[in-house]
């Protein structure tokens, strides 16, 4: 259970206090427990709701580090990713992944037979501890019919075949924060959402809690905890400058955004495309519960955050490459249901390329209060391993109590959308009761919280403002507050 009550976790004792609820916080929270720290977990807003709940929803495997030999890296992603699978198999799959290729450059029939061989031997331990259903099969490079087979629309002329792989989805990624609260919490972490963290508490130069903001009562409490770790994402510079100073290399600024497309998938599997032009970008093609997630475009940031930072011209340019990359698919904006975006660290100022490694600034050896961390990083697959290197620093003695999958709670598994909405037809009673134990397990407080990061119910936004309006007389909200509740969800489309 997660279970929302700041005055109660006003009155223990804590080890470690984190700042931020996304993927990273949340990992942190979870790694900590495993290793018998006892933590307590802010987040502003809702949980994974910022930039974890707008990405891709793939598990990479690090293919993409071949290119560059950067082995560490790859080897490192290959390990998430079967820690993923192993963990998690009901909410992380196998995905099929098709490039096709045109002999341009690396993308050559010849290179890309090499790559695969090197991947499949690099991780040769990818499918070790994971359940069946869940094991990657080896890549392979298929011929031009071969590739037609799988993608009817590709482009024909000049195709030389194409690279097949597979990597790791995630579909439902905000169950799968969710998922790991529950894990935290059944080990003894404690999760608060709608609280904000106000400043630290010291005392002779050293961390002794956290002042927070209950921002639905507007009382304010103290955690008490000897560590504060700032895992504030796309805020951490700006936490990190209020409790002790700015550190730029925390988080640079820089946009990516996915667009969810209103069509159906152009191939069984996913697809790695890019315009056929000098420099440009590679687009994966996501299939995702019959519609396409495409992402990823990145371009560079200046100056402060925005609310909204994606211009129609972004999204036009997107549009405009994934048509140049698929003759015939011919997208138009009215296909664009969503826009999930969101800010990633940058390798440097105005840049569009991303940080390489995640950033870890310990506060107490650079004048500021012994006991404060502030940590970034880059990638959701890669969240756990930075957490676990992290309490390597932080807590150095702690070890994880056991690392079998068995020790995961039961997942508490939401009803599908098609289920719920039958039972809101046939069955209101019992409807009812899938919502009061969302909302009562699940620190529930929005109607945002309940279709977007609880469920995919409103992943759609059609469907979103139709199972809204069905919920509202549920929960007893008058129209005041389902008005509220449908504007929060019109929100979040953009």
Same mark, same amino acid.
């Given at each position: 259970?997660?279970?929302?009550? +700041? ?17 990273? /916080? ?11 720290? %006892? ?7 809702? !949980? /994974?709701?910022? #930039? ?18 950067? @082995? ?21 799959? +196998? ?56 993608? +009817? /629309?590709?482009? $024909? ?13 995630? +579909? ?42 209950? %921002? ?26 209020? !409790?002790?100073?700015? !550190?730029?290399? @925390? ?17 069984? $599997? ?5 315009? =056929? ?6 687009? !994966? ?10 992402? $990823? ?15 129609? /011209? ?22 664009? @249901? ?54 390597? #620093? ?35 009673? =019992?409807?009812?009761?899938?919502? =009061?134990?969302?909302?009562? $397990? ?11 990061? %609880? ?40």
């Amino acid at each position: 259970m997660i279970r929302r009550d +700041p005055a109660a976790a006003a009155a223990g004792q804590f080890d470690l206090a984190i700042v931020g609820g996304g993927i990273y /916080g949340v990992t942190l929270a979870l790694e900590a427990a495993r290793r018998g720290v %006892r933590s307590v977990l802010v987040e502003r807003d809702d !949980f /994974g709701g910022a #930039t974890s709940w707008n990405s891709l929803r793939i598990v990479h495997g690090g293919l993409r580090y071949l290119q560059t030999l950067d @082995l560490p890296r790859f080897r490192e992603s290959v390990v998430e990713r079967r820690w993923w699978l192993a963990h998690f198999p009901d909410l992380v799959r +196998p995905l099929p992944c098709l490039m096709p290729l045109y002999g341009n450059g690396m993308r050559r029939p010849a290179v890309l037979r090499i790559a695969l061989a090197m991947n499949d031997i690099l991780s040769a331990r990818r499918n070790v501890g994971v359940d069946a259903h869940c094991t990657l099969p080896r890549g392979r490079v298929l011929n031009p019919a071969q590739t037609a087979a799988h993608f +009817p /629309g590709v482009e $024909t002329q000049g195709l030389r075949g194409a690279a097949l792989w597979h990597d790791a989805a995630m +579909p439902d990624s905000q169950r799968l924060i969710v998922e790991l609260l529950h894990w935290a919490g059944s080990a003894g972490a404690v999760a608060l959402n709608y609280t904000e963290a106000g400043g630290i508490v010291a005392a002779g130069g050293t961390v002794r809690g956290l002042a927070v903001r209950d %921002r639905l009562t507007d009382e304010e409490h103290l955690l008490a905890a000897p560590v504060v770790i700032n895992c504030a994402g796309p805020w951490c510079r700006e936490l990190a400058a209020m !409790f002790h100073r700015d !550190f730029p290399e @925390l988080f640079r600024l820089s946009l990516a955004f996915n667009v969810l497309l209103d069509r159906t998938p152009p191939a069984d $599997t996913a697809l790695g495309v890019e315009p =056929r032009e000098p420099g440009a970008r590679t687009y !994966f093609l996501h299939p995702w519960k019959g519609k396409v997630l495409a992402g $990823t475009f990145h371009a560079p940031w200046e100056g402060p955050r925005a609310d909204d930072a994606v211009e129609e /011209g972004h999204v036009a340019e997107f549009l405009g490459d994934l048509n140049q990359a698929i003759p015939g698919f011919d997208l138009r904006p009215a296909d664009v @249901l969503r826009v999930h975006w969101g800010y990633l660290p940058a390798a440097a100022e105005g840049s569009a390329a991303l940080a390489a490694r995640e950033v870890l600034v310990d506060h107490g050896s650079t004048g500021g209060p012994r006991g404060l961390f502030s940590v970034s990083g880059v990638k959701f697959t890669t969240a756990r391993r930075v957490a676990e290197r992290t309490l390597r #620093t932080v807590f150095p003695a702690a070890r994880p109590a056991a690392r079998s999958p068995t020790c995961r709670p039961a997942p508490a598994t939401p009803a599908s959308l098609a289920q719920f909405e039958d039972w809101l037809s046939r069955e209101p009673e =019992r409807a009812a009761q899938e919502v =009061r134990r969302l909302v009562e $397990t699940e620190a529930v407080i929005h109607i945002d919280d309940l279709v977007l990061r %609880r469920t995919d119910w409103g992943m759609d936004p059609r469907e979103g403002r139709r199972i809204a309006t069905g919920i509202a007389p549920l929960l007893g909200w008058d129209d005041d507050r389902l008005r509220s509740g449908l504007a929060r969800l019109a929100g979040a489309e953009r």
